[in-house]
Structure formats: structure tokens, C-alpha cells
């Protein structure tokens, strides 16, 4: 596992913030394009010393090398994986190669608002250990919810459902414990265990954020041609 492509204008000690993402087959989907519209929202919202890690599972789509270099122009590292497809090894090697005081996970299909990386930043230095935000889903008839009465709901029961826990931030200070919580997550093959797991270690170690986010965006794809559901 070797990054094929590492790019930064100064020195990575002094990046403050790091996007993880893993990916296959999602730069574009039956026409339509995922991982370009979470770069492009990213690129909007975060700061300059920032840089964006992605680990690739052989994509057989559209090569990252033909299009991300030139769009993310900020520090920059595309990770070739190998073996059989697993999301949270995919997400657990981007944490590993983080230079960034923050982490932030996301899975490639996901959109985000402006003032999310300064949000999430302020939750932590406010005292929260990690930030695990719910999303709202864009659907294939372009219809976005939760609703605001789910939301008043989620509020007012206390129930912290199971949306979103894929994306989630921590400082990298807290990543030698979160390794330890994957454990024999990283050989498996499935995408919804491990993200429960290192939720509930995160709580574990201390105070965590979950709560909706306004415009932060699942968007919906077609199953065909992708290991994801």
C-alpha cells in the first residue's frame, strides 16, 4: 500500500486539517459524478493548509489521476489499495497518513456546506472528544430529508439513529486509540460494523457531538458497478 501520488507546496507539518476519504467507483456513476462534487464542496469550505487523503480500491471509472490533481489544489495523497475491498480499512490507512491537528472521514459520495470544517473544529475546541454528524439524504428524485419535524423528533426523543456515522472528526490526538477500535474491522468486508464501533469508543472516551447538520448531504446512487450499498 503506496501512495502513487503525494503533493504538497510546503512542508505536511503544516497542515491544520485532513480530509480522509476511501474510495471505489465513485468519481463517476452511471454518468453521474460523486466523488468531484464532495472535492468541490470541500475545496470551498477548507482552509489552505489542508490536505485531502484518498485511498483507491482499483477504480475502474474514471482514474483519479486524471482529474483529482488538478482539481484539489492543496496538499494531496491518492493511496493505491489492494485485497479484497474493505471501507474501513480504506478509512483507517487515510488516518494513518494524516498530518493534520483535525481528522475528518467522509465517505466519497457525501456533500458539504460551507462552514462545516469550521463548525465541526469549534464543537472539539469547545471541549467535544469527536463530532459524528447526521446526514440528510438527497434521494434519486432529488428530494432531500429528514424533514424538519424528523429532526424536532431526533431532538426531542434523544435517539441518535445510526445516519451518518461513517463521516465523522477527531483531533489526531485521539487516532492511536480510535486504530485500536477497528481491530479485526480492517479485514472485513462490510461497511456499517466498524462505523458503530468507533462511535461507540469515541463516547467512550469522552464527550461526542451528534446532531444534524444542515446541508451536509448523502447523495443517492445507483447500486450498479460499486462494492457500497
Not at 467535544?128 to 426523543?157: A, M, Q, T
Request: net charge negative.
Amino acid at each position: 500500500m503506496n501512495p502513487n501520488y503525494i503533493r504538497y507546496e510546503g512542508s505536511p507539518l503544516n497542515i491544520k486539517v485532513s480530509y480522509c476519504v476511501t474510495n471505489y467507483n465513485r468519481s463517476i456513476l452511471q454518468g453521474k459524478k460523486y466523488l468531484p462534487r464532495l472535492v468541490e464542496t470541500l475545496l470551498e469550505d477548507s482552509p489552505v493548509e489542508s490536505e485531502l487523503i484518498v485511498t483507491d480500491w482499483q477504480s475502474t471509472d474514471l482514474p483519479l489521476l486524471s482529474w483529482l490533481p488538478q482539481m484539489w489544489d492543496r496538499g494531496l495523497q491518492i493511496i493505491e489499495m489492494e485485497g479484497q475491498f474493505s471501507l474501513a480499512w480504506g478509512k483507517a490507512t487515510a488516518c494513518e497518513r494524516a498530518n493534520g491537528n483535525y481528522i475528518f472521514v467522509f465517505d466519497a459520495d457525501m456533500l458539504v456546506p460551507k462552514g462545516y470544517t469550521e463548525t465541526i473544529i469549534g464543537y472539539m475546541n469547545a471541549g467535544w472528544k469527536s463530532v459524528f454528524p447526521l446526514y440528510y439524504c438527497k434521494g434519486e428524485d432529488g428530494i432531500i430529508s429528514p424533514s424538519p419535524k424528523e429532526v424536532v423528533e431526533f431532538k426531542k426523543e434523544g435517539n441518535p439513529a445510526n445516519r451518518g456515522q461513517g463521516c465523522f472528526a477527531f483531533p489526531k490526538a485521539l487516532w492511536p486509540k480510535l486504530r485500536m477500535a477497528y481491530g479485526d474491522s480492517l479485514t472485513r468486508t462490510s461497511w456499517g460494523g466498524e462505523d458503530h464501533k468507533i462511535f461507540w469508543v469515541c463516547s467512550a472516551l469522552g464527550h461526542c457531538w451528534r446532531d444534524w447538520i444542515p446541508g451536509f448531504i448523502h447523495q443517492w446512487h445507483p447500486k450498479e458497478g460499486s462494492f457500497y450499498e
